[in-house]
Nanobody
Framework: QVQLVESGGGSVQAERSLRLSCAAS????????MGWFRQTPGKEREWVAA????????AYADSVKGRFTISQDNAKNTLYLQMNSLKPEDTAMYYC??????????????????WGQGTQVTVSS
């Protein structure tokens, strides 16, 4: 099993930055692909970014490319999402996810086995 706990959300003004963290526990073999998603009420969950934990491959949604950076600290078993130049439309609950398979890790439609509880990000104009 894998447990994921997100932190770092908050309320910020537009153009500011936030860094989200996702503390992972459980077998590292079950976390070969990790991703960040976001969701606002009444809308479908949106894929934001993904990273292959062995290859270091990263992928981003067009809406965040150039502003957000996904990274990992394997020693700390922590996944990060650095969010710069935040926009009001980035307001959402952000979720961390993990999956044992690295296949299709860069695919926004990939399904993940493990999910965190989420951390809220609110960006005001």
């Amino acid at each position: 099993q894998v447990q994921l706990v997100e932190s770092g959300g908050g309320s910020v003004q537009a153009e500011r930055s936030l860094r989200l963290s996702c503390a992972a526990s459980g077998s590292i073999a079950l976390r070969n692909c990790m991703g960040w998603f976001r969701q606002t009420p009444g809308k479908e969950r949106e894929w934001v970014a993904a990273i292959g934990t062995n290859s270091g491959m990263t992928a981003y949604a067009d809406s965040v490319k150039g502003r957000f950076t996904i990274s990992q600290d394997n020693a700390k078993n922590t996944l990060y999402l650095q969010m710069n130049s935040l926009k009001p439309e980035d307001t959402a609950m952000y979720y961390c996810a993990a999956d044992p398979s690295h296949i299709r890790c860069a695919d926004p439609g990939k399904e993940y086995n493990y999910w965190g509880q989420g951390t809220q990000v609110t960006v005001s104009s």
